[in-house]
């Protein structure tokens, strides 16, 4: 818990700071990536620290680890990196809405079991 702790909280300050880059001091595409990735980050490092709260075990880390993927792919293109992990990125995003499906779930049954 700890960890997954930490690894939220940094989540969050490393997307203000791709958001800041993208709002600020980057252009075109890159601007937009870094803006997208930023934003994505940080509402799920966010909600991995809610669901972390209510005691969920899986979507806690399906947040932080999807949108991790999910962001660092756009960062590293927006940083002149290949385009071909524009390919990667919507793992991340499935592992984000699998995230939210496990909190529902969870959510459903009660909380007896946390997803």
Do not use: D, N
């Not at 909280?9 to 601007?31: P, R, W, Y």
């Amino acid at each position: 818990m700890k960890l997954l702790t930490v690894l939220a909280a940094l989540s969050g300050a490393l997307a203000v700071i791709a958001g800041a880059f993208g709002a600020h001091g980057a252009e075109g595409q890159a601007a937009e990536w870094l803006r997208t990735g930023g934003h994505y980050q940080l509402v799920h490092a966010v909600a991995a620290l809610v669901a972390l709260r209510m005691g969920a075990r899986i979507s806690p880390w399906l947040f932080v680890g999807g949108a991790g993927l999910f962001a660092a792919t756009l960062y590293v293109m927006a940083l002149g990196g290949p385009r071909w992990l524009g390919a990667v990125t919507p793992i991340g995003g499935a592992a984000m809405i699998a995230g939210w499906i496990c909190l529902a779930i969870g959510a459903a049954r009660g909380g007896g079991q946390k997803i």
